[in-house]
């Protein structure tokens, strides 16, 4: 067992207070009362109230968090996660859960001297597991991921009953169903209007959630087409210019080349030559 004398010299009936003030020569101090005492040297008669006190104090006085003004926050990493993931969610129909793991404790990021960044993965949905990546863009730059559970639950069009390849669907073949969308494959349709009157390119299962990609239609935007990107938000509109990375028909998802900045997103087909992304 450790022998406390060689941590702390002390007089055999020494008293706490005494020790304290040897240890921590300041006037303002919790104060310790005078019949605590410390027995020297370590015997199983020792005065444990005493030594609890002794070891609070040493706490106090050498705080585990003392060099956390330089580093980064957990909770501003997680803030930071949380409200980006929000506003993509917002742009699917339904309101979003959000679950936003806490980054580990014992990381040490220097504090940013910028406003955080935050931004999907390429080819990731801001639905579903996923995750964010966070980063430092100052003078001590740093990157993070912190992982994401997006759950948002929608009224979609799914099969009423068996539908073939190449029918034009009919009011009766669709029906509503509240899922999550994160479970739904491609750009859920949520309005009867998009499928009715629509072909079939492959055929569906009674239940199975309608989307876009299923719909025979001719894409509004072209692999390699230049497109406008529009994002909207707070009464502001921005605009800028784009390369289409895959083929898309309306409500459908792509990812789009950003040609000022060159980053790769997720952007939605609105109509011919031009897709949305959420501000």
Do not use: F
């Given at each position: 067992m450790h022998r406390l004398d060689r941590l702390f010299p002390t007089r055999?009936?020494?008293s706490i207070p005494g020790l304290v003030d040897r240890l921590f020569p300041t006037r303002s101090r919790p104060l310790v009362p005078d019949a605590v005492y410390l027995h020297h040297p370590w015997r199983r008669t020792e005065s444990i109230p005493g030594l609890v006190t002794l070891f609070a104090l040493i706490m106090f006085a050498f705080p585990a968090g003392a060099d956390d003004a330089s580093s980064q926050s957990a909770a501003s990493i997680q803030k930071t996660a949380h409200e980006f993931i929000l506003t993509h969610a917002r742009t699917y129909s339904g309101e979003p859960r959000i679950e936003v793991s806490i980054p580990d404790s014992r990381l040490r990021l220097a504090r940013c001297d910028q406003p955080l960044i935050a931004e999907l993965p390429p080819g990731s949905r801001p639905v579903g597991s996923t995750t964010v990546g966070v980063r430092c863009p100052g003078s001590s730059p740093w990157s993070i991921y912190v992982p994401v559970r997006v759950q948002i639950f929608a009224n979609i069009l799914v099969a009423a009953r068996p539908l073939a390849r190449g029918v034009p669907l009919t009011e009766s073949d669709v029906t509503v169903s509240r899922q999550d969308l994160a479970a739904v494959a491609g750009s859920a349709l949520t309005?009867?209007?998009q499928a009715i009157g629509k072909r079939l390119?492959?055929?569906v299962a009674?239940?199975?959630?309608?989307?876009a990609g299923l719909l025979d239609l001719p894409p509004l935007v072209k692999r390699g087409q230049t497109?406008?990107?529009?994002s909207t938000g707070q009464g502001l509109e921005v605009r800028a210019t784009g390369e289409a990375l895959a083929d898309g028909t309306n409500g459908e998802t792509i990812r789009v080349r950003n040609s000022l900045t060159k980053k790769i997103i997720q952007a939605t087909v609105l109509e011919a030559g031009l897709v949305r992304v959420p501000m």
């Open positions: 055999s009936t020494e309005d009867p209007a390119r492959y055929p009674t239940g199975a959630a309608l989307n497109v406008t990107i529009v």
